[in-house]
């Protein structure tokens, strides 16, 4: 069994509130912003580990991401999976969903055979949820979002081998059997997360990661980047706000009464 | 074609989503903009009373796929009945509700069709030379963005339940037209059976006051306090992204983008930050009080009453005077 871990390197939120944006790519400045695993990720490397202690087999990272993040790469997999591969090029700058998972999709199919290509469900920073189920047509393949339990394998491997998911749905689950290869974008009740080991620290600095640009995939160079990219962000700008900004200080008890007071006003208690 | 807008019509077990009559609301006036018209794209079974519904609601033209199985699911056959349909009649716009079937179905139509898609849109509208205007939260930090996809079709958007108003019913001449699924479908996927959930059903989006915490709550005792505050005004938690990360709150609990959309008459928040992702589920709040240690929290920029100081002292006290209140 091979599989497969998408991952992508977000800026940790606590520091979301310094983030700034370039005026000209009108993209995130990502650089100098501390990086950590997009937080679902986390749960597809995690249901990828639990498949292959049963399963046997092999996990490899897949990461789009400037050179920077080669770091978190390395933190995940401290975590786990047997080698990673990261997609780095300033080409790759600016693309939007359709780029990237075009981009993606050339990646996978050099890794090829594969079994399964596990994801987060979203990333906390862009939180489109689009990149898995555009990667999976690109392959050709079943995707599907909001998986939540992973159930069994039923057949040979790699022979109309299928597998028993649930998906979340607003009004409850789906039981499905899906053949594969298929990719599976994973919700957070799937798993926990394993924590970091000393041992898994040390045993990642022996693990093999790859770095590929564009030379090192067959790509359509103008279907990536941002002049490839279909979407364009056209305008930014801040929001209205009519709210009437009053901001006040003091002690634990006036602050409450003000509250209450406010409370009040709003035609409530 | 220039001016088609079309939507798809998602339902449940043969009723319409509230959503999808919000975006026939706005896809009704892009049309209309546009000089174009509204068509929608409805696949299940027993579809007669749905079609007249959508033309009630403004449809001029209901595309129908009769006799598929009625849990639909956005696999690669629904995947493909779709984009054959576009790729037939090449509509300008397609809009789909940001639900757990659309958000699935739309990027997978987008990459098979190699288009623009944006996701969660919290409005639409159309600029002078007819390009879709797709406002997005950008990036989580207090700015909105507009999408465009100028030189690909047709311009993609999923839409978030609860952000648009419904639109009006009418009285418009609509007529149905009968779509065949043309060849054999390859499906990966076979659907065993259908779970109903324990989903705790929060009426967040009902809700006439809703207490929320982020990240600054930082911890479970404190969490515990927000919940009890919540129970003394008879309002519901919500939370943002961090604070269920954090397991303090539910996935069901979330406000913001990839969350609920609410409207209480009063809203209060702890230790949130005010980042754009949940403050667009937050903005059409009557009143917004913010409590947050850091005087430089977005929050602050943001809402109508503002604290600056530590909730883990303002909560236990004001639980305490509201209970007194209470009393008497």
């Known amino acids: ?22 005026p000209v790519l009108k993209v995130l400045v990502r650089e100098g912003m501390p990086n950590v695993i997009n937080p679902l990720d986390r749960n597809a490397l995690e249901e990828a580990l639990i498949i292959i202690e049963k399963q046997g087999g092999e996990v490899i990272l897949l990461s789009m991401a400037p050179l920077f993040c080669l770091s978190v790469l390395r933190e995940a997999l401290a975590v786990g999976g047997d080698r990673a591969v990261l997609l780095s090029d300033r080409a790759f700058a600016g693309s939007d969903t359709l780029a990237t998972s075009y981009i993606l999709s050339e990646a996978v199919k050099r890794l090829a055979p594969f079994d399964l290509i596990l994801c987060g469900n979203e990333t906390i ?12 047509q690109f392959l050709g393949m079943e995707g599907i979002n909001f998986v939540c339990g992973v159930e069994k394998f039923l057949g040979e491997e790699r022979k109309g081998r299928s597998l028993i998911v649930r998906r979340k749905t607003e009004h409850g689950y789906l039981r499905m059997q899906v053949k594969l290869p298929a990719l599976l974008s994973v919700v957070k009740e799937a798993n926990i ?58 002690t634990p008890e006036v602050v409450s009464s003000l509250i209450i007071d406010k409370i009040h006003q709003a035609g409530l208690l | ?71 639909l699911y956005p696999g690669q056959e629904m995947v493909g009945i779709l984009c054959d349909l576009v790729r037939k009649f090449s509509p300008d716009i397609l809009l789909m509700g940001a639900t757990s079937i659309g958000a699935e179905l739309a990027p997978k ?44 079709r047709p311009q993609m958007a999923t839409v978030k339940s609860g ?66 505050l919540a129970t003394l005004l008879k309002g519901t938690v919500g939370a943002t992204r961090p604070a269920v990360d954090e397991g303090w709150a539910r996935e069901f609990q979330m406000i913001g983008q990839s969350g609920r959309t609410v409207r209480p008459k009063l809203y209060i928040g702890f230790g949130i930050s005010g980042v754009m992702h949940h403050m667009v589920g937050i903005q059409d709040s009557d009143f917004i009080i913010a409590v947050n240690s850091d005087p430089e929290a977005e929050i602050f920029r943001m809402c109508d009453f503002g604290v600056e100081g530590d909730l ?14 209470i009393k008497k």
């Open chain 2, 163 to 228: 952000v648009l108003r419904a639109g009006r019913k009418g009285s418009r001449n609509g007529r149905a037209v009968q779509e065949e699924i043309m060849g054999s479908r390859e499906s990966g996927i076979k659907m065993l059976e259908t779970l109903e959930g324990e989903i705790a059903e929060v009426p967040l989006e009902k809700a006439e006051v809703v207490i929320a915490g982020g990240w600054g709550v930082g911890g479970k005792d404190q969490w515990l306090q927000l919940e009890e």
């Open chain 2, 312 to 325: 883990k002292e303002i909560l236990p006290c004001l639980i305490q005077k509201i209970k007194e209140k």
């Open chain 1, 125 to 136: 920073d862009g939180g489109t949820a689009q990149v898995g189920p555009q990667l999976s």
């Open chain 2, 109 to 152: 139509v987008a990459a098979r069709l190699n288009t623009g898609l944006s996701a969660h849109c919290i409005d639409l509208d159309v600029d002078e030379e007819g390009h879709l205007l797709q406002i997005v939260p950008a990036f989580g930090g207090g700015v909105l963005g507009t999408i465009t996809c100028p030189d690909r």
């Open chain 1, 193 to 250: 997360p394993r924590y970091t080991t000393f041992m898994g620290i040390l045993g990642a600095e022996k693990k093999e990661i790859q770095v590929w640009n564009g030379n090192d995939l067959n790509i359509d160079l103008s279907r990536i980047g941002l002049t490839g990219s279909p979407t364009k962000m056209s305008s930014l700008f801040v929001p209205e706000l009519k709210r009437r900004r009053e901001i006040v200080k003091g």
């Open chain 1, 1 to 22: 069994m091979r599989i497969i871990v998408c991952l992508k390197p977000v800026p940790d939120p606590k520091y979301w509130k310094n983030l700034t944006i370039d």
């Open chain 2, 1 to 71: 074609m220039s001016g088609e807008v079309w939507v798809f019509a998602e339902h449940n077990n043969g009723s319409l989503l509230e959503v999808t009559f919000e975006i026939l609301g706005k896809g009704r006036e892009i049309a209309d903009k546009l000089k174009g018209s509204l068509s929608a794209i409805l696949m299940g079974r027993d579809l007669e009373e749905m079609t007249q519904e959508l033309i009630d609601f403004g449809v001029d033209c209901v595309y129908l796929f009769e006799g598929l199985h009625p849990n």
